[in-house]
């Protein structure tokens, strides 16, 4: 049996997770996705660029459809101007669920792990017990690590402004 790095099996689930957040997009998150990918490209500036001049130089010819001021040109300009600010807006929205789902995650593999590391020092702390070695448990800092970790006060004080307060007040 092959067992598979611990790196390798993360980043194999990391891409699962991404595959499966890329496949889950609707029609209308990968049009928009496109679309702003497209129009935040060098290219898509470029061709605007050379539009305009192409526009302004034609119409400055006996030829003009639109004259100075560029009425039309004007009024393609702002639509758009809105439809590309939806679109973004679109894709920051998408771009935000997967931030925060992300994040929401990030907090349930930290909780996991706060509460691993808090087992594994009350098991280290029997074992030290059970070998009769002294260990300074009376220590403030080692009575809280024993403590379980309160993420309901840790919030409200986080609430509150108390970024600052003593992990003491937050976690007893």
């Known amino acids: 049996m092959r067992t598979i790095h611990p790196i390798a099996e993360n980043i194999r689930a990391m891409v699962e997770l ?11 998150d990968r049009l928009t996705d496109t679309v702003a990918r497209v129009a935040g490209s060098t290219p898509f500036i470029v061709l605007h660029a050379v539009g305009f001049v192409v526009w302004i130089a034609f119409n400055a010819t006996r030829f003009a459809f639109d004259p100075f001021p560029y009425s039309l040109l004007n009024l393609v300009v702002a639509l758009e101007a809105v439809l590309l600010t939806s679109v973004v807006l ?38 030290c017990l059970h070998a009769k070695v002294d260990v ?37």
Not at 110 to 122: D, F, I, K, R, Y
Request: glycine share 4%; charged share 20%; hydrophobic share 45%.
């Open 18 to 28: 991404e595959q499966k957040a890329l496949d889950g997009r609707t029609p209308l």
């Open 90 to 127: 679109m894709t920051q929205n998408h771009m935000t669920r997967l931030a925060d789902r992300r994040a929401h995650l990030d907090l349930q593999v930290n909780l996991l792990s706060e509460q691993e590391l808090t087992a594994m020092l009350h098991m280290l702390h029997a074992l």
């Open 136 to 172: 300074a448990i009376g220590d403030a800092q080692v009575q809280q690590l024993l403590k379980e970790t309160d993420i309901r006060k840790i919030a409200v004080a986080l609430d509150q402004g108390m970024d600052a307060a003593p992990v003491a007040a937050v976690t007893s």
